[in-house]
């Protein structure tokens, strides 16, 4: 029996967008660099948010990561502003996330069955930001910066479940994420569904979740 709903929060509950995407436009008109493509210089961004992230020796926030993220875009592709600038761009995103039109009612409809947890990659403050502006209102809140774990390192799901005090199987883990949603609660003993809001397609190397749904309503019809 499920006792708790995780969710994910940025692409899950929350639309990111073209928000982070438009902050790299803006990075680079401000250091004269606009015949670089925004969108090819952020999936790099996003590579190396990835890479640093995983490779950690011991735990820094997320902005300080971004701080590593930023200083390598600079030396890669030359640019000449000093990075602790066009990081405070990048930043600045951060707290100003819309809710989907579905996440606070289906959540809410959620919360009439069992208690939906939010554990999400970020730091604290924007997150709370976030969920205050929609009014979620979610059971419990876990962020990588309170419990000083990302995803997908097991530590960050059994840190949840242990301050929860229930057993694996007894949780089912929601996001859009098929790395940090689906991959890593599954390797935690965690049932899991895939929010695929963008209607992409498994591919045969992709990580097979339990359930797949379009949004939180459907989440929600699962229960």
């Keep these: 029996m499920i006792k708790a709903v995780i969710l994910d929060a940025y692409g899950t509950i929350f639309n990111t967008g073209t928000g982070s995407v438009d902050m790299m436009r803006e990075i680079l008109k401000q250091n004269g660099r606009e015949d670089l493509d925004p969108t090819t210089v952020y999936a790099r961004f996003k590579q190396l948010h990835r890479q640093h992230i995983d490779t950690l020796e011991s735990f820094i926030t997320e902005a300080e990561v971004f701080a590593l993220d930023m200083a390598e875009i600079s030396r890669e592709y030359g640019l000449r502003r000093d990075p602790a600038e066009d990081v405070k761009i990048m930043l600045s995103i951060q707290g100003t996330r819309i809710a989907y039109p579905d996440s606070k009612a289906a959540i809410e409809r959620m919360q009439e069955k069992v208690p939906v947890i939010i554990g999400s990659t970020t730091d604290a403050a924007p997150l709370m930001k976030d969920l205050a502006r929609a009014g979620i209102m979610p059971n419990r809140i876990f962020t990588s910066e309170e419990m000083r774990i990302y995803k997908p390192f097991p530590r960050f799901y059994e840190t ?22 689906v991959y890593g609660p599954h390797n935690a003993g965690m049932k ?12 045969d190397d992709d990580h097979r979740p339990d359930h797949i749904a379009k949004n939180l309503w459907e989440l929600a019809d699962l229960l």
Excluded: H, M, Y
Excluded at 192 to 200: E, S
């Design 192 to 203: 899991t569904c895939w929010i695929n809001r963008k209607n992409a397609v498994l591919k």
């Design 160 to 181: 949840i479940l242990e301050a929860l005090d229930i057993r694996p199987q007894e949780a089912l883990f929601a996001g859009d994420s098929l790395l940090d949603d």
